[in-house]
């Protein structure tokens, strides 16, 4: 599992985490770490989105990492985040605003159903359990609309990031 995570993933995840650090083999170590996490939880199962939680544990050990560097430069800095936490680049803000319209659409030509659950799901916090009753059907049925929607979207922005007359890989 962590092995297919690694090689579908590591060479975005190097990237995600050079941006941030400004430094490759800083990246690496960081990555490294991160994976190194996910191989300390005990049941692997029990994260339902691995590669969302990979990049969430290494972005924290980035701003970790970011912390140590500010600290150990100048220790009267230790306690401004703010200039890790300053996201708003142009570039990136025009990236996600890309792969957010992608998303949107996929949604949108979702069936009733299944785009309710997902939503619920993915942007209001709602466990599976209770979008199955609230919608009539089953568990099993809300975890698999929320898996084929995240794969949908997942190839839907792997598409649009391969650009126009591209096939996703």
């Given at each position: 599992?962590?092995?297919?995570?690694?090689?579908e993933?590591?060479?975005t995840?190097?990237?995600?985490?050079?941006?941030?650090?400004?430094?490759e083999?800083?990246?690496?170590?960081?990555a490294?770490?991160?994976?190194?996490?996910?191989?300390?939880?005990?049941?692997?199962?029990?994260?339902?989105?691995?590669r969302?939680?990979?990049?969430?544990?290494?972005?924290?050990?980035?701003?970790?990492?970011?912390?140590?560097?500010?600290?150990?430069?100048?220790?009267?800095l230790?306690?401004?985040d703010s200039?890790?936490?300053?996201?708003?680049?142009?570039?990136?803000?025009?990236?996600?605003?890309?792969?957010?319209?992608?998303?949107?659409?996929?949604?949108?030509?979702?069936?009733?159903?299944?785009?309710?659950?997902?939503?619920?799901?993915?942007?209001?916090?709602?466990?599976?359990?209770?979008?199955?009753?609230?919608?009539?059907?089953s568990?099993?049925?809300i975890?698999?609309?929320?898996?084929?929607?995240?794969?949908?979207?997942?190839?839907?922005?792997d598409?649009?990031r391969?650009?126009p007359?591209?096939?996703?890989?």
């Open positions: 599992m962590i092995k297919q995570l690694f090689d993933h590591n060479r995840l190097i990237g995600f985490l050079r941006a941030r650090l400004r430094s083999a800083e990246a690496r170590d960081v490294q770490e991160a994976y190194v996490r996910l191989l300390e939880l005990d049941n692997l199962n029990a994260v339902g989105f691995l969302s939680y990979l990049f969430r544990v290494a972005a924290n050990l980035a701003v970790d990492r970011l912390r140590y560097r500010t600290v150990r430069e100048d220790p009267a230790a306690g401004d200039s890790l936490l300053d996201e708003r680049d142009p570039e990136r803000i025009a990236i996600a605003s890309e792969e957010l319209g992608v998303v949107r659409t996929v949604i949108q030509k979702l069936p009733i159903k299944c785009r309710q659950a997902f939503i619920w799901y993915v942007f209001e916090g709602q466990g599976t359990t209770e979008i199955a009753s609230r919608l009539g059907l568990d099993r049925m975890r698999m609309y929320i898996a084929q929607t995240l794969a949908v979207c997942r190839a839907e922005l598409a649009s391969a650009g007359g591209s096939e996703a890989p």
